[in-house]
């Protein structure tokens, strides 16, 4: 096995592109390094991301953030600016792992990992969030949803690596929330999740909205019709049945020890609803 | 095969090393550098008896590679004590007891040490929530979160 740590993202793409074997991506490691330890990964190479100027920082610019993908989480948490811009976003990645494990995880490793109970991405669907991808071919720009593809499977080509993760700078009178069923109350994944991101009209009625689901699927659900019941509403107790309803039909969950297909589907319905209530209050509404 | 030569600082000190490119930071500590107070408990992250601070950070050195530690700042539960004397949360544990086997000590000392840097006035609910990724199976927890609140008195007046 070689360990290489490249300067630049060309460097990084040429050396994941002319890989003969198996090659990893090493930014936080929390994913990686628990694949080798258990056999489930062999890689021929590891190109470590962290050296690489601009992928340890969050940028903020007139359109918003841009968060590297060797950002740790924990980093994201500090930020004021994105907290006070993203809460949901920053409340999803805080969920992920231990202090420790925040230390060092990343939400690009996280939405490359692929697990369908990836905590950040349904906050980052939800927020609209893209994903800048490099590799030999240059760069381009696309939805975070567009990243999984089903459990443990990207869409990215070989030598592609996603450099960042782009959010707009929030609407006036917009907010965002993320919750996750757990049967504990820390340190675990999610059995159902779920974000909602929501722009009000200056009467307080929602005009935009995002809601995505996790774990409810073999990837992360962009529920569009939850979207066109919510928009023109005041999210009064019929709308948020009915957004329930439709959050629980959406689902396509597995059925196993931690949860059963109904059980998800029933949790799905309910964490809409409330992660849907925080959505609002945070944009202004009550 | 060649290793990955490796010139870094742990505890103030600079230390150079070769390890093999897949050889995680705990198992450089403890192998090749002597410094066997971090455990391997699950070496999968989940445990924190390996906690180390690199870069002023609390991680889990079995989900480090040796290689990763180039031109860093490392500080171990070696470094913790002043020569004889003890620092406040290592006193405040032996005195609440607040060890059995004694396997996840170092990691918690750590993972306290980089919590009360971090917030000197906690409370009992942010000591066990910021404590969350270290596991004992010994004391139950309690003792554990005294001796830390103890310790962040002692610190304060300090």
């Known amino acids: 096995m070689r360990y290489i740590r490249p300067q630049s993202i060309e460097e990084a793409a040429g050396l994941l592109a002319s890989a003969a074997g198996p090659a990893a991506i090493l930014a936080g490691g929390s994913d990686l390094l628990v694949r080798m330890k258990g056999g489930f ?9 962290k050296a690489i100027a601009g992928l340890s920082e969050i940028k903020e610019t007139a359109d918003g953030f841009s968060i590297g993908a060797a950002v740790p989480c924990a980093v994201l948490g500090e930020n004021a600016a994105l907290k006070k811009a993203w809460p949901g ?27 369908p109970a990836a905590d950040s991405v349904p906050a980052l669907v939800a927020a609209g969030a893209k994903a800048v991808v490099a590799g030999p071919n240059g760069r381009r720009t696309i939805a975070v949803e567009a990243v999984p593809t089903g459990p443990g499977r990207t869409s990215l080509a070989k030598g592609e690596i ?24 820390e340190m675990d994944i999610a059995v159902v999740s779920a974000g909602v991101n929501l722009t009000l009209d200056e009467a307080g009625a929602i005009k935009a909205a995002r809601v995505a689901l996790g774990a409810a ?17 005041k999210l009064d107790e019929a709308t948020l049945e009915r957004l329930a309803k439709i959050c629980a039909g959406a689902c396509r969950p597995i059925d196993d020890k931690r949860g059963t297909i109904e059980f998800r589907r029933k949790v799905a319905g309910v964490l809409a609803k409330r992660v849907a209530t925080t959505a609002y209050e945070r944009a202004g509404g009550k | 095969m060649a ?28 192998d090749r550098l002597g410094l066997t107070g971090a455990k391997e408990g699950c070496g999968t992250g989940d445990c924190g008896a390996c906690s180390v601070i690199v870069d002023n950070r609390l991680v889990c050195s079995c989900l480090v590679l040796g290689a990763e530690a180039e031109g860093r700042q490392i500080e171990t539960i070696e470094g913790m004590a002043h020569g004889d004397q003890l620092h406040p949360l290592q006193q ?15 990691g918690f000392l750590i993972a306290a040490k980089d919590l009360l840097e971090k917030n000197p006035s906690p409370t009992e609910e942010e000591i066990r929530f910021g404590l969350a990724g270290n596991l004992c199976r010994c004391t139950g927890y309690d003792k554990i979160v005294r001796a830390v609140q103890d310790a962040a008195n002692v610190m304060k007046g300090a």
């Open chain 2, 3 to 30: 290793g990955v030569a490796v010139s870094t600082t742990i505890n103030g000190d600079h230390v150079e090393y070769l390890c093999q490119p897949d050889e995680t930071l705990l198992d450089v500590l403890r």
């Open chain 1, 89 to 115: 976003v920053v409340e999803a990645a805080k969920l992920i792992g231990s202090k420790q494990v925040q230390g060092r995880c990343t939400i690009v490793g996280n939405l490359c990992n692929a697990s």
């Open chain 1, 217 to 233: 699927a073999p990837t992360v659900l962009l529920v569009e019709e939850a979207a066109e019941v919510l928009v023109g509403s």
């Open chain 1, 162 to 185: 996603i450099e960042a993760i782009l959010l707009d700078k929030p609407a006036p009178n917009a907010g965002d929330a993320y919750q996750r069923f757990i049967p504990r109350t």
């Open chain 1, 41 to 49: 990964i062999e890689p021929e190479l590891i190109v470590d991301i």
């Open chain 2, 92 to 106: 405040k544990f032996l005195e609440h007891a607040a060890l059995q086997c004694g396997i996840c000590t170092p």
